[in-house]
Every structure is written in C-alpha cells, then in structure tokens.
C-alpha cells in the first residue's frame, strides 16, 4: 500500500476535492477503485493498461470517445465480447470517476 501511496495522493489531489470529477467519494474509495482499476481491469487490460486481451485503457486510445462513452462501457460492457459490464460492483458515480481517471491518465 505504502507504494501506492504517492499515485493516491496525486488522484486524490487532481479529483479528490472536485464534486464533478470525484463526486463525494472519500480518499479510501478513489485508492480502492485505483487498486481495482489496475488489478481486476489490468487482468485484461494489461497490468501498465497498454493492452492484452482487452483493448489498451490509455490516454491515446481512449482519445476517440468521451467519458459517458467510457462510463457506460464500463457499466454495461461490451456484447458478444469479454467485457462485462460492473454495473453490480460498481456504482455511477464510481464508474465516472474511472472512466475520467483513464481519459486523463491519472490511472497509468
């Protein structure tokens, strides 16, 4: 965790504070939602989110959609591809916060 720890105060000072970037998540959501972003979507994704089985999550390739796009992708996946959706473990605004995280590449 201790590791982690200055990439969490960087996300949580670009989004932390802001009520439409963060919404009222608290600093131990963002960290999780960061460990999970790398961890459960980097098993696809890659672990550096350059690609694998899953397209890559990075600023670049994500240039081409907006972030209601990437939210909503997120939410509700992909038919008739490995993408799930996370509606079920993950919330909106949650989902909003990681589709902004990778759109601005505060997630890496």
Same mark, same amino acid.
């Given at each position: 965790?201790?590791?982690?720890? =200055?990439?969490?105060?960087?996300?949580?000072?670009?989004?932390?504070?802001?009520?439409?970037?963060?919404?009222?998540?608290?600093?131990?959501?963002?960290?999780?939602?960061?460990?999970?972003?790398?961890?459960?979507?980097?098993?696809?994704?890659?672990?550096?989110?350059?690609?694998?089985?899953?397209?890559?999550?990075?600023?670049?390739?994500?240039?081409?959609?907006?972030?209601?796009?990437?939210?909503?992708?997120i939410l509700f996946g992909?038919?008739?591809?490995?993408? =799930?959706?996370?509606?079920?473990?993950?919330?909106?605004?949650?989902?909003?916060?990681?589709?902004?995280?990778?759109?601005?590449?505060?997630?890496?």
């Amino acid at each position: 965790m201790l590791r982690l720890l =200055p990439g969490i105060l960087v996300i949580v000072a670009l989004f932390g504070g802001n009520a439409r970037a963060g919404g009222d998540l608290s600093a131990a959501e963002i960290a999780r939602l960061s460990n999970m972003v790398r961890q459960d979507c980097g098993s696809c994704h890659g672990l550096t989110l350059k690609g694998g089985l899953g397209r890559p999550l990075t600023v670049d390739q994500l240039a081409g959609m907006d972030r209601e796009t990437v939210r909503d992708i997120i939410l509700f996946g992909i038919d008739d591809t490995p993408m =799930p959706g996370w509606l079920g473990l993950l919330s909106e605004p949650e989902a909003d916060w990681i589709a902004r995280a990778l759109k601005t590449g505060a997630i890496q």
